[in-house]
């Protein structure tokens, strides 16, 4: 059974640094893109970035290029996604989910993890 | 950028069929792709690859895509399917979502 399973809430002032994890299993983790998506309070899904656990590539949002790090430690079959300068409006839920599909074609997200919230608050 | 557009909200009644639209600049010429989301829940894939249905979705959800609009359709809707439902292409190395419809069924 493939889960994805996503760190616990956080609560953090503005500047400050998180990183959250996403940790697979029940399937080969380094053969499927892992990708983050925000949900802020009360809206809808904003896709931010994408990594391949294999190798460590990355693919990003333009909007949120230069905000965000997203890596993966295959050897823990973990997937991150960092910030180094916390503001209030990355205040929102954080999913994790297993990219499926083909570049060429399409892709879309088959398998997603519980969320993590993150409140950004001082 | 590629924007994808949903109505905010459809409602319809129990039993009935409920038929919720993407639309996008020639949207039929790629995949569109279905989640639902219920209330302090993770998304949920619906339907894929335009038609195609993951395995334990219920055969009464269907999708179509042609021309400029994606249509997802719930037919004899109940009332667990009351949720928020958001469509999803992929468009010049991008993941794009629609805004979301929420759907009320009363």
């Known amino acids: 059974e493939v889960q994805l399973v996503q760190s616990g809430a956080e609560v953090k002032r503005p500047g400050e640094s998180l990183k959250i994890s996403c940790k697979a299993s029940?399937?080969?983790?380094?053969?499927?893109?892992i990708g983050w998506v925000r949900q802020m309070p009360g809206q809808g899904l904003q896709w931010m970035g994408l990594?391949?656990?294999?190798?460590?590539?990355?693919k990003y949002n333009p909007s949120f290029q230069g905000q965000v790090t997203i890596s993966a430690d295959k050897s823990i079959k973990t997937a991150y996604l960092q910030w180094n300068s916390l503001r209030a409006s990355d205040t929102a839920i954080y999913y994790c989910?297993?990219?499926?599909?083909?570049?060429?074609?399409?892709?879309?997200?088959?398998?997603w993890g519980q969320g993590t919230l993150v409140t950004v608050a001082s | 950028s590629y924007d994808l557009t949903q109505a905010p909200s459809v409602s319809v009644s129990p039993g009935q069929t409920a038929s919720i639209t993407c639309s996008g600049d020639?949207?039929?010429?790629?995949?569109a792709y279905w989640y639902q989301q219920k209330p302090g829940q993770s998304p949920v894939l619906v339907t894929y690859?335009?038609?195609k249905r993951p395995s334990g979705i219920p055969e009464r959800f269907s999708a179509s895509n042609s021309g400029n609009t994606a249509t997802l359709t719930i037919s004899e809707t109940q009332p667990m399917d009351e949720a928020d439902y958001y469509c999803?292409?992929?468009?010049?190395?991008?993941?794009?979502f629609g805004g979301g419809t929420k759907l009320t069924v009363l």
């Open positions: 989910a297993r990219l499926s599909g083909y570049f060429t074609q399409g892709v879309y997200f088959g398998f």
């Open positions: 029940g399937y080969g983790f380094t053969g499927y893109w």
């Open positions: 990594v391949y656990p294999d190798d460590s590539q990355t």
């Open positions: 020639r949207l039929g010429d790629k995949y």
């Open positions: 690859e335009n038609t």
């Open positions: 999803q292409a992929w468009d010049s190395n991008t993941v794009v």
